[in-house]
């Protein structure tokens, strides 16, 4: 059965359609594999004139269950202009959602054709569901072969990353429908801009990868640059009005900029966001000289995948006491990476990194596994009830599994879910409101807590303080910091107190590494702060030695 998975390469066939099958757009290679002109069968013809006779009536249902059901899936003979029907595997999604179906027609070949690629392998690889492109893991998978070099001839590539300006913008004002058939345009217009020999992979959420297999030079790749440029700032349109968007594009040559794959992949990421901060709407091609900054992320976001296998990472847990006992509620789990040669990279540092080459994913499991387990043990051990905090980075929250891996968390540990908290920023509130709602409603249904951390140096509106399930407000550092001497920190810590009480939050006040901080922060009815003063970050088993020496209390 054709599933969520299907065939490794990008669809033969891709055209946009409404309910009835009335044509809006066809990718110029999708045309040209079944030998049309793009002009014959563009807009305003019809799909199902396309459709082996045998088939019509069952891809005509498909298309009318598309628009109510979602996605649909069926093998159907395509005819070419020729007369001869070509077995296909088609795959039908809803762009818009809602009544006005506007549909996104893919189709494979079965059994491969000439116009397919022909370095990577039939395996079976996720394929996007919104534009119908294959996504990262297969691009990993080319990018190794073509700098193996094994099946393919000699000669270099193209690499170009390229990023949606202002697409979460639009996301996050005009909803996800909107936003998902802007990147089914996006990727379209990329399709139809390229040649059949090139790749377009849906790299990211508004991130797109191209792999150009004859543009291995400078000269090579500008011209494609620059058309890719243009086809993405023609206005688009969404629901009768005119939308602008533009896009950064990163770009790196194979072998010129790096020997293989992964590092050729950072290096495109990283002329990327050159190109962004040079104001984005524009593209950049990777300079070697990109300063010490820039290398230093390459050689980290590379060794991070070694320093995983060599176990360099590890949870410190830092006590929250309480102001007036100094006992210990709990812990915040914290990572770090002992760097061999180099001491320790902060959290701080290699947190966004990881972000950016896909381990977060990993490493945010890891730690929440691995502190829900920890603390699931020093309860047992002590009889206690101590809390876990866990931060969670907005990548992890907004990748759509979150409430299944804390479900599973707690599942595998025994940890009882009130103990469990979560640390998330202002911007990862901010980012998408609604779907930040629909999440955070979820954990607090599973009985987990959420924490707003480093409270006050974001962004947040004050209504949706109080309309998310929240628990706690983690005051910055930079407040208590400023708790003497000059009086606004105190202003402010007094304010940001009286605001959770009026909504009923707890507060922690973090960085209090003074005794007249924790005074001050006593008097004004702060229960909870976190440390130095208190307790450094430390591993599991110093931890364990703390508190059986009794310079750590747990509270009962
Ligand atoms: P954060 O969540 O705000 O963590 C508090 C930071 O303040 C920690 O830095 C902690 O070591 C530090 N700190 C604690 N007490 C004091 C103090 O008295 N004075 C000062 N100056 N600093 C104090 P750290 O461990 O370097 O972590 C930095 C950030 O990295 C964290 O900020 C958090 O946002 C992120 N992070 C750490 N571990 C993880 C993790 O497992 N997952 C994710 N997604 N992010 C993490
Ligand atoms: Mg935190
Ligand atoms: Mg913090």
Known sequence: ?????????????????????????????????????????????????????????????????????????????????????????????????????????????????????????AREF???????????????????????????????????????????????????????????????????????????????????????????????????????????????????SHLHLSASIGIALYPEHAGDGRQLFRCADIALTAAKHAGRNRWSVYRSEGGEESSRRLVLEEQMYDAIQNGEFEMHYQPICRTGSREMEGFEALMRWHRPGHGAVSPAEFIPLAESNGLIDYLGNWSLRAGCHQVARWNATWNAHLRISVNLSPTQFHQGDIVAKVREALRESGLPARLLSLEITEGTLMRDPDATQAVLNELRGLGVSISVDDFGTGYSSLAYLKRFPLSCLKIDHSFVRDLEGDANGLVIVSAILGLARELGLQVVAEGVERESQLGMLADKGCDLAQGYLLGRPLAAAEVTERVERGEWRVAA
């Open 126 to 240: 996720p394929v996007d569901g919104i534009t119908g492109l294959p996504t990262r893991p297969w691009l990993l998978e080319v990018l190794e072969r073509l700098t193996r070099r094994e099946d393919a001839p000699g000669g270099g590539f193209a690499l170009m990353h390229l990023d949606l300006d202002g697409f979460q913008k639009v996301n996050d004002a005009l909803g996800h429908a909107a936003g998902d058939h802007l990147l089914a345009e996006a990727a379209a217009r990329l399709v139809a801009t390229l040649r059949a020999t090139d790749m377009v992979i849906r790299s990211g959420s508004d991130e797109f990868a191209l792999i150009l297999p004859d543009a291995a030079s400078l000269d090579a790749v500008a011209p494609v640059a620059r058309k890719i440029h243009s086809a993405m700032q023609r206005p688009f349109i969404l629901a009768g």
């Open 1 to 121: 059965m054709v599933g969520e998975r299907l065939t490794d390469r990008l669809a033969d066939f891709l055209a946009r359609v409404s309910g009835a099958g009335e044509v809006h757009f066809v990718s110029a290679p999708g045309a040209a594999w079944l030998g049309y002109a793009t002009d014959a069968i563009g807009r305003g013809g019809d799909l199902l004139a396309l459709v082996a006779m045998e088939d019509r009536e069952a891809v005509r249902a498909a298309l009318r269950r598309a628009g109510k059901q979602g996605r649909q899936a069926l093998n159907a003979g395509l005819l070419r202009a020729d007369g001869a029907a070509v077995a296909a595997t088609c795959r039908i999604l809803d762009l818009a959602g809602g009544d006005r179906a506007e549909l996104l027609f893919a189709a494979w070949a079965i059994g491969g054709t000439e116009s397919a690629p022909s370095f990577p392998a």
